[in-house]
């Protein structure tokens, strides 16, 4: 039975039983903080279960995509454990409980209609203490006492929150695959044989947070099955890799490199962490996690780069994962369209990635050989943690690559001395950020106030309000005076916080007697908009009445960037692909920036087709609407949410026409046409599949377009043309220019011709050697030279010094020939004789050399010199 057979199966079964299908969700969890990737069926489900939204059907069925690395190191080795799998789950959210479940989970596997399993070859292992699990075990089902196994570890508890008590099924592999006499050897024990299968959570109790458990009002039920061990099981094969979920992909490898699966264990532990790898980086890049030194991206990474190395251990020393990518999309194309349909997107992250590691690596292996020999010339048996970081730091040498290379050497690396050196970066990293944030440092007040603005900034641009609160130097102070700084906290505000990339609101405070300027505004610990001021003018005291009023061009300006940046993020997506997400923005008064995910930089005409695109939908003048809506009917109405970004549970919609659909909470124009004008001033890569569009919109892009004209018409001016004409000028200026090189170059090579002749008349015989040294007309080294190479041509025995001086410097070559050279003449030493004199230095090899001087005077005496330089040397 194929996989997908099985998992068809599975969600059929459950739906008969009343559950409603949930689609896979994304491998990047969307509001939950707590989790780097989904890990589990329930890990999606948990808005359900926490009672923070209701599900249409308590009953719910799906298969979902999980990552877990804590397996890592069991890849490959085990025939059963990934990093990327599929877990087919049943969940009941307050509705059906144990019995249902256990009855269900054993129909499904034993029923010939579904999975037909031998109800002989399973056992069950429950909680010690969950009698009503053992007596359905027992009773309902009719397992056997021995089958039924008491485990203590059979308790599902993460810390506050549902827990309860668990039952797993297993399968038995063989009796052959464990021997019996191993303490291991029973369901739940660290074996082959027994194959857990099958999870059912009954989360009955609440993990309180004083550490006492009571029972749940509503209990729930939360299975999991891993698809790739059913597959083992129901094809009958030795491991979860020889299923047909894998196979394709180690076939493939074993082509790539030349080797067969199934003949040497190193090599089918290789090829399985590739298969297994190149699964979870297809499937998390299809969900828009990218690689990155960071978080996510960084276990991208290092999952993608542990492949490429295993990849190395089979001989493959070229990207090759990036090709192994249509296999995985074709193998799981039946439930997951993604890899699919982004599968040239992801093939250029992973393919870039993957040069990218390649060239660390020949460059990292380099240096760490140096450092390798070093300590073992020093006799030493460790590399020092500040040398492995330096590697991981300067060369991007992964931390565990050092180790792995420095063992195979029976070297050890200090990993404490590295992590101290990590330790210290970050500690810099994070002063340097604190400095440069001085409202950090008023968190502490901050923290301890209890008071709340009201931002009347959506509607108003200024307003009449009190000051609720005042901080100066970290303290919480009744008033401020003239000249000083400080933070200052409003019951109203018109002024926007820094957030979501658009910049703050700047403007004043004014009171009966004070005047006080706004610098910044960024959001305090519960939202409350602080005020960083400086008191112009008088006092401003606490409780006081103020009139407050935005700097209003300012705002407007911002307010045509932000939504000019929805319009181009829509643009975006339309011109180069769905895969184009956000990855962080600027929305300042002057200027936008924009930052998101695609591979290479793009072309003119898609800067260009986004550009005009953009201007479309400003010229078309539509209608900017904002909703406030629940969080999940903004979801269902298809708005563009940021990956990783914590929303409320009712968020702010921005929506233009039927163009754009965005969570935003920033101030945006009412409709496009007041943008005016939007022009893209420059495109660049900022890392890994990261690109940056820089934008100026209104009178800044007026201003732009302004600035680019007047460049042009200055050139046109300049070239005595019409603008227009200006591009076919420079082609004729440069063809003439062309011309004239080479017209330039024949004259000079004539000019060498007839000086040549001239000059072979002055040869004379110094010592019995043919000696030519003299003064030419030269308008530097270049042409000196080549009248060098002409003359040498001429004189085939001999020695030649030529010199010029022009614009007030001198230019010397000298040449001997190989006899000369050989009974000891030597151009270099006589060229700097030369030089010497003329205020230069210089020299070169013994049959040629150049020098330069400073004093062309000189020149004719240093050059008469020659001869007798000659003599000397011809005579020792
Ligand atoms: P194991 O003890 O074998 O590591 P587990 O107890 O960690 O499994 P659960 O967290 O209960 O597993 O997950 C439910 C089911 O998901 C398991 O019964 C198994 O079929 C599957 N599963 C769990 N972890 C993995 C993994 N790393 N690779 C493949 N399948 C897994
Ligand atoms: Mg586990």
Known sequence: MKASEIRRKYLEFFAEKGHKIEPSASLVPVDDPSLLWINSGVATLKKYFDGRVKPENPRIVNSQKAIRTNDIENVGYTARHHTFFEMLGNFSVGDYFKEEAIEWAWEFLTDPKWMGLDPEKLSVTIHPEDEEAYRLWKEKIGLPDER??????????????????????????????????????????????????????????????????????????DTGMGLERMASVMQDVPTNYDTDLFQPIIQATCEKAGVAYGEKEETDVALKVIADHVRTIVFAVGDGALPSNEGRGYVLRRLLRRAVRYGRKLGIKRPFLYELTPIVAEIMKD?????????????????????????????????????????????????????????????????????????????????????????????????????????????????????????????????????????????????????????????????????????????????????????????????EHVHNIQVEKGTIREGETVKVAIHRDLRQDTVKNHTATHLLHQALKDVLGEHVNQAGSLVAPDRLRFDFTHIGAMSEEEIKEVERRVNEQIWANNKVEVMIKPLDEAKAMGAMALFGEKYGSIVRVVKIDDYSLELCGGTHVKFTGEIGLFKITGESGIGSGTRRIEAVTGRHAYAFVEEQIGWLNQAARQLKSKAQDVPERIEQLQNRQKELERENESLTAKLNQAQVAKLLNQVQEVSGVPVLATQVQAGGMEPLRSLMDDLRKHLEEGVIVLGAASNGKVSIVASVSPKYVKEGLHAGKLVKEVAVQCGGGGGGRPDMAQAGGKKPEQLPAALAGVSEWIRRQMSC
């Not at 570890?153 to 099924?169: C, H, M, Q, R, V």
């Not at 695959?177 to 009954?202: A, H, K, M, Q, T």
């Not at 040069?355 to 070093?374: M, Q, R």
């Not at 900034?457 to 005076?481: A, D, F, M, N, P």
């Open 335 to 527: 439930y997951y369209p993604e890899p699919v349909q982004k599968q040239d997107f992801i093939q250029r992250v992973i393919r870039s990635e993957e040069e990218k590691f390649l060239e660390t690596l020949t460059e990292g292996l380099h240096i760490l050989e140096k450092v390798l020999d070093k300590a073992k010339t020093e006799g030493k048996q460790e590399i020092s943690g500040k040398e492995a970081f330096k590697l991981y730091d300067t060369y991007g040498f992964p931390f565990d690559l050092t180790e792995e290379i420095a063992r195979e050497q029976g070297v050890s690396v200090d990993r404490q001395g590295f992590e101290e050196e990590m330790k210290k970066q970050r500690e810099r990293a994070r002063s340097a950020r604190e400095d440069a944030d001085s409202m950090q440092v008023q968190g502490g007040v901050l923290s301890e106030l209890q008071v709340d603005t009201e931002f009347v900034g959506y509607e108003k641009t200024e307003c009449q309000t009190t000051v609720s609160v005042l901080i100066h130097e970290e303290e919480r102070v009744r008033e401020l005076t003239e000249g000083q700084k400080g933070f200052l906290i409003l019951k109203e505000t018109p002024f926007y916080a820094e957030s979501g990339g658009q910049v703050a609101d700047r403007g004043v405070i004014l009171s009966g007697q004070a005047e006080l300027t706004v610098l910044d505004v960024q959001k305090g610990p519960r939202g």
């Open 148 to 221: 039924i196994i008491r485990l203590e570890e059979n308790f599902w508890d993460i810390g506050e929150g549902p827990s309860g008590p668990n039952t797993e099924i297993f399968y038995d592999r063989g009796a052959h695959l464990c021997d019996p006499s191993d303490p291991e050897c029973y369901p739940g024990g660290e074996n082959e044989r027994y194959l857990e299968i099958w999870n059912l959570v009954f989360s009955q109790y609440n993990h309180n947070p004083d550490g006492t458990y009571t029972p749940l009002p509503k209990k729930n039920i």
